[in-house]
């Protein structure tokens, strides 16, 4: 075998038909031979000629990739193959043999990275002195062209430029082709394209445009380097940048006598570089340069010179040329017109101030009779009023007696029971009819306010404030015992016979301060409490009266200062000295008199009673009055405080929830009232974790257990189980449901979870021996066979358990069993296949007449009913219990 048919590709494509260019063969433009291991070959010259289908894939690649087949082959090929990139040349202007795509006889395409390339696609190379245009991977000879771009030679090669337009159809001046005066080719891929010869007839679309766009920039479709002289550009927003700028495009510089582009950054500088203007003249274009003085009278950057508008007053050339005075004349025409607008606008202006002031005055004249008139109305009314004050009746005639009793004794009657006289007593009950009126706000008052403030004037206040009464009471109190020397009043009745109106006023108030200690309404304002006491009355309330708001007030006080040492000095909080005085004997083992145990339980909850028992400790025969002095300096930690008031606050919050819902059920998520008791809701669930944990203090898991919180998790998930199985007659559950058992079932899916979660536990070492022995007992097995299969046998001595304790044999809720017995009915009554230990089972038992449909079906038509029935009576029975509280 020689060495050339050694280096020959072969192939073994299994799948390809060796028809796609992966295959080595068909790469190569070659046909497969018998070296290759290809299977189902069409690469052969049977399936070459015309029609044949390696003809046609050949095509296929060629329309696609028309370089597919070209002269690439050796060390080319192969850098070609490996750098899908294209070629990186950065000096050789890609005409070097080193070049991957030069070498190879290819053009270089968008994928290469190289720089100042000369051998883009599309471009003319000389190849063995031959000059030559590459069009699309075919060579076309030409005669005397050099190595340039297409672009510059399009009559030459036409059809070579290319667009990618996707939005213009190719009717605007960024597309190549369209900018070229050119018409789209082949090579283009643009969308929706209009550039083409369909539309470029006298009415096309294309000639259309090129016209309107030949009307504003008249240059633009010109092919010379240079643009027309005198035409400019007029861009806004590429400040002359961009390539499609008319001055940047062909190279030279903005003119600021011919542009009109605005914030350019292409202007041409006067200093350094002469602008070169042309004449049209026929085809030929002329170009001069202009002289040196016309270069010097030109500005950088000036365009116009609106900013001189102002300094611009009359002629400075005496002599003009005859554009210079059309200009001037323009001009004059232009400020003579303007002058009378501004003329005509000043008139207005005067009219209009002129209207407004005459509308200020009328304004001004109606405002000033308004207000006589008000004024007028005013004085009218007084003066009915007063004479109205004067007419005889029962109303004028009780005023005036109430006025002359003002002005003889320097007051107001008082109560009516404290008067002396009956005209006395009368005006007294006149002046509480008025201010109860005034109270209630009744119309035979209130539409008089002119008696309201003649009662005012008097010296009637109509709502007196309770603190307010209090105070003046007991000032009252103070001077008679700055008199008497002594706070106590003799009896009602001695005050009566007295005659003396505010002696009598006095022994009701304090009649009535007496009986609020008795009944417990002082406990609420014991700073009023604290002050008859000061003066030596006898009042004091029972110790269950205080106990309630001396202990918050205490806990106040162990807030503020970290301990319950409270001092006699203690101000803030009066009487609470006395309240600690007494807890603290109460405590002591060898008491007379001890605390009850919901008082015990009330301080262990809210913390107070470790504090009190430390207190006690190692002050044994000493007064409790020396324990809270020298024990002042004992500092509880306020964190400790701060904790035992939060739990006491939540653990209320949580009475209170049970109380209003008689339930420990807080909403789910997405209920409405959910995120009102989310805090409740959490704070319960840090409790148990507490409690898992065993941090929880015994007597808080005590007052939690009291109102019937589930602190045990395990406890309350295995009770809920148990009630389960009562009422579905099995514990072994699958654990996968159904999406829509799931949804529709949700304690049943908590089951199935639940269940699972022990059996894995278990596994884990993770259970003790009770809760092993409690599960067992239920009838859950652990072991890991037993997960998730559950034989028929097993399922049989199931439902004969559930027929033991409930006489049927169907569930009450749905269940696993309860389908395993629906399916055990169904088989029976259609005489479907059993096995002969299964049948024999089923006999032995005897449960066959309780699977029949009529009897099975029947008593769970009966519990139906009597459920109906038990709800109606509760029902019933609710409403006769409501109409008896109504």
């Known amino acids: 075998?020689?060495?050339?048919?050694?280096?020959?590709?072969?192939?073994?494509?299994?799948?390809?038909?060796?028809?796609?260019?992966?295959?080595?063969?068909?790469?190569h433009n070659i046909f497969c031979k018998e070296s290759c291991t290809c299977i189902d070959c069409k690469n052969t010259v049977e399936y070459n000629g015309a029609g044949g289908e390696r003809t046609l894939a050949v095509e296929g690649v060629l329309e696609r990739r028309p370089e597919a087949f070209g002269r690439e082959s050796g060390a080319f090929a192969e850098r070609r193959n490996k750098k899908d990139g294209g070629c990186t040349c950065a000096k050789n202007s890609c005409l070097k043999k080193y070049c991957v795509c030069f070498g190879a006889k290819m053009q270089c395409r968008a994928r290469c990275n190289c720089s100042n390339c000369k051998n883009p696609f599309g471009t003319i190379r000389i190849e063995d002195g031959v000059t030559c245009i590459i069009e699309g991977g075919k060579v076309n000879a030409l005669k005397g062209a050099a190595f340039v771009p297409i672009?510059?030679?399009?009559?030459?090669?036409?059809?070579?430029?290319?667009?990618?337009?996707?939005?213009?159809?190719?009717?605007?001046?960024?597309?190549?082709?369209?900018?070229?005066?050119?018409?789209?080719?082949?090579?283009?891929?643009?969308?929706?394209?209009?550039?083409?010869?369909?539309?470029?007839?006298p009415m096309g679309e294309r000639t259309l445009v090129i016209k309107d766009i030949l009307e504003k920039r008249p240059h633009i479709f010109q092919k010379t380097a240079k643009r027309k002289a005198g035409g400019g550009c007029s861009c806004q927003k590429n400040k002359c940048r961009a390539g499609y700028c008319d001055c940047k495009g062909s190279g030279g510089k903005c003119d600021p006598a011919v542009c009109t582009c605005i914030n350019c950054d292409n202007m041409m500088d006067p200093l350094s570089e002469a602008p070169m203007h042309s004449v049209d003249k026929g085809d030929e274009v002329e170009v001069f340069v202009p002289q040196d003085d016309e270069i010097n009278c030109k500005v950088k950057g000036l365009q116009n010179f609106s900013y001189m508008i102002d300094d611009f007053e009359e002629r400075r050339i005496a002599n003009p040329t005859a554009a210079l005075a059309i200009a001037y004349g323009a001009r004059e025409n232009a400020v003579a017109t303007a002058k009378k607008v501004m003329e005509e606008e000043a008139k207005k202006r005067a009219g209009i101030e002129a209207e407004i002031k005459q509308l200020e005055d009328e304004l001004e004249s109606k405002v000033r009779k308004e207000s006589e008139a008000l004024e007028e109305y005013r004085q009218n009314t007084n003066k009915v009023l007063c004479l109205e004050m004067k007419e005889p009746c029962r109303w004028n005639e009780n005023y005036y007696k109430l006025k002359q009793y003002v002005q003889q004794n320097g007051e107001l009657p008082p109560v009516p029971s404290g008067c002396n006289s009956e005209d006395v007593r009368r005006l007294s009950i006149w002046v509480q009819e008025m201010k109860s009126l005034v109270y209630s706000k009744s119309e035979r008052i209130t539409s008089a306010p002119h008696r309201i403030e003649a009662l005012e004037a008097l010296g009637i206040e109509w709502i007196e404030s309770s603190e307010t009464k209090w105070n003046s009471m007991y000032d009252k109190l103070v001077a008679y015992k700055k008199q008497h020397k002594t706070a106590k009043l003799p009896p009602f009745m001695e005050c009566r016979r007295s005659k003396d109106s505010g002696l009598i006023a006095l022994r009701h108030w304090l009649d009535q301060q007496e009986q609020d200690v008795k009944s417990g309404a002082m406990a609420k304002r014991r700073d009023r409490l604290h002050k008859l006491q000061a003066l030596g009355l006898p009042l004091k309330l029972t110790w269950s009266q205080e106990w309630k708001y001396s202990v918050v007030d205490l806990l106040k006080f162990r807030s503020s200062n970290g301990h319950c040492y409270v001092t006699a000095s203690c101000t803030e909080y009066p009487g609470l000295h006395e309240f600690v005085t007494e807890l603290l004997k109460r405590i002591k083992r060898d008491a007379a008199v001890k605390l009850t145990i919901l008082e015990t339980s009330d301080l262990q909850m809210k913390g107070l009673l470790p504090d009190l028992r430390k207190m006690n400790i190692g002050q044994a025969g000493k007064p409790v009055s020396n324990i809270l002095n020298q024990g002042a300096a004992a500092v509880v930690p306020l964190e400790r405080v701060r904790e035992v008031n939060l739990w006491a606050n939540m653990f209320g919050q949580l009475k209170a929830y049970k109380k209003q819902f008689q339930t420990l059920k807080f909403p789910p998520p997405g209920d409405d009232d959910s995120a009102m008791y989310n805090h409740l809701s959490v704070w319960?669930?840090?409790?148990?974790?507490?409690?898992?944990?065993?941090?929880?203090?015994?007597?808080?898991?005590?007052?939690?257990?009291?109102?019937?919180?589930?602190?045990?998790?395990?406890?309350?998930?295995?009770?809920?189980?148990?009630?389960?199985?009562?009422?579905?007659?099995?514990?072994?559950?699958?654990?996968?449901?159904?999406?829509?058992?799931?949804?529709?079932?949700?304690?049943?899916?908590?089951?199935?979870?639940?269940?699972?979660?022990?059996?894995?536990?278990?596994?884990?070492?993770?259970?003790?021996?009770?809760?092993?022995?409690?599960l067992r007992k239920l009838g859950l097995y652990l072991t890991k066979e037993h997960l998730g299969h559950v034989t028929w046998e097993e399922r049989f001595n199931e439902m004969m358990e559930y027929y033991a304790e409930n006489r049927t044999c169907l569930p009450k809720r749905d269940s696993p069993l309860k389908t395993w017995v629906l399916e055990l009915v169904d088989t029976l009554k259609n005489d479907k296949y059993l096995?002969?230990?299964?049948?024999?089972?089923?006999?032995?038992?005897?449960?066959?007449?309780?699977?029949?449909?009529?009897?099975?079906?029947?008593?769970?038509?009966?519990?139906?009913?009597?459920?109906?029935?038990?709800?109606?009576?509760?029902?019933?029975?609710?409403v006769g219990v409501a109409k008896k509280a109504k």
């Open 1 to 27: 075998m020689s060495s050339a048919a050694k280096k020959a590709p072969s192939c073994k494509c299994t799948k390809t038909k060796c028809l796609l260019l992966y295959c080595d063969c068909f790469h």
């Open 151 to 201: 672009r510059k030679l399009a009559n030459l090669a036409k059809g070579n430029t290319k667009c990618s337009c996707t939005r213009a159809a190719c009717l605007k001046l960024y597309c190549d082709c369209f900018r070229q005066s050119m018409v789209c080719n082949d090579n283009c891929s643009c969308l929706e394209c209009k550039n083409s010869e369909e539309y470029s007839g």
């Open 684 to 774: 319960v669930d840090d409790q148990r974790r507490s409690y898992e944990n065993k941090t929880l203090e015994t007597s808080r898991v005590r007052e939690l257990q009291r109102i019937g919180v589930e602190l045990d998790v395990w406890d309350k998930n295995f009770k809920a189980l148990r009630k389960f199985k009562k009422e579905a007659g099995t514990v072994r559950l699958p654990k996968l449901l159904a999406k829509s058992v799931m949804e529709n079932d949700k304690e049943l899916a908590e089951h199935c979870k639940w269940t699972h979660e022990q059996v894995a536990a278990y596994r884990k070492g993770q259970l003790d021996a009770d809760q092993k022995k409690r």
């Open 835 to 878: 096995s002969q230990s299964r049948v024999k089972m089923i006999s032995t038992r005897n449960i066959a007449p309780q699977l029949a449909p009529d009897v099975i079906f029947a008593k769970s038509k009966k519990e139906s009913y009597a459920t109906q029935n038990n709800k109606r009576k509760a029902d019933t029975e609710g």
